[in-house]
Every structure is written in structure tokens, then in C-alpha cells.
């Protein structure tokens, strides 16, 4: 889905459990290069390379992956990607996650070993074969708050923990657009904070969403929703007067 010029949301499907659910990396891009923010989960590595072409975009022009956090549905895709570019693609994380996508520590929300005797009960052969082989993925470069990346118009980092450790949001600026990543979500077409039930520090995660109410935004992606045009400052409001009581 066209979001911006060089701005484009991927939507990437899977199916659980008989429910359909979409995940939405963002596909950011000018006549330099292009940059994927979160990538997916495991073996979606054909999905992403249609989705690029389908925006007229060279998978060849893409040189560096923004990971917006640790979980497992937005770093999985990253070492195919890697592979299929013989590894010629930068990966950008926050410090505080990076030991977990690096694989020097399991990550947190899909460690089996932390988990109850119901929890594992729960979970299929075929996702408890994924927790326990989470996918590694080398880091190159580090990222903090304020920081600015001089690529496709400028991308600025927000860090936004709360959700994990080291979560980020993105705000780019040629187009006044958000990437939210799971700091914030989409229900029914309204914007919603931070799901408490995959959210690790759920009083930190909604103090994060302050931070977006000092830019000037014309659009948000949630990771999980898609696409909210117009402006958040309302509902971002909306949702610190409720949970921040």
C-alpha cells in the first residue's frame, strides 16, 4: 500500500490457528537506495521480494534493515534477506535489544524456558520448533534517541521502550509519516496504545507515546493495523488520559 512518495507498506500474510494475520513492514526508498523497517517472521522472504517489486523498487537497491525491536515477528525475516543480498545490508537496531536479535540472550517473550507448563502446552510443534530456533541476526550499527539518518529524506530515531528493552519508532520526515512499530496499534480504524498482553513494561510503553506528540505527523503505521492518516495528537491524548491514571 502506497503510503508517500518512497513511502510503501507491505503487507505480509499469515495464517494461524484458521485467522489470517497481517503484518506490515515499511518499504522506504529514493533514487539512492531503499530501507526496510522489520522484517516478517521466517520463510516470508518471497512475500517481501514480490511486495518490492510490486512498489517498482529493485531488491538490489536495498541496503539496510531497521529493526524496530526483538520479537520474533519483526526480526524473523532478517537472515534470509541477509543471505539473499550475500550480505550486503546494513542492520540498524537499539542497544538494548541488540543481544537478544544477536542471539547472545533468548528473546524475552518466545523463551520457552521461562515459560509455564500451560504456555508450553499451548503451543504448537511447529511454533515451539520456531521459539526454540529463534532466528539470529548480526547487528551492524547501533541506534539512539534523537538520532537522524541522512537516507531517503531523513529518518529520525524515537526510542520508545516499553514494549521491549530497546523499542524504536521511526519518523520520516520528507513525508511527515510515523512508524509506530508496536508502540501503537490499529483497531478498527482507530489508534490504540500499546497491547498490555505482549507488552513487558506496559506503564513505560504508554509514558513512550509522549514523545510523538513533538512531531508534526500526518500519518502513522502500526505494525499491527496498518495505515492511520491524519493527525495522532488526539487519540495519542486520548490514550495517555486513559492509562496514565
Known sequence: MKVASGVEVIELKIEALGNQIVL???????NKMSILIDTGIPGQLNQIKEAIA???VRFDTLKAIILTHQDIDHIGGAPELLKESNNQIIVYVHE????YI??????IKTDTSRMSKEELASLTKEV??????SPKVKVDELLE????????GGIEVIYTPGHSPGHISLYLKHSKTLVAGDAMVIINNRLHGPVKQTTLD???ATESLKKFLDYDIDTVICYHGGVFKGDPRPHILKILNEQLV
Open 24 to 30: 506490515n513492514p515499511t518499504l522506504v526508498w529514493d
Open 54 to 56: 510490486k512498489a517498482d
Open 96 to 99: 538494548d535489544d541488540k543481544p
Open 102 to 107: 544477536e542471539g547472545d540472550l533468548p528473546l
Open 128 to 133: 515451539k520448533h520456531l521459539y526454540d530456533n
Open 145 to 152: 534517541d534523537k538520532q537522524n539518518l541522512p537516507y531517503c
Open 202 to 204: 506496559i506503564k513505560t
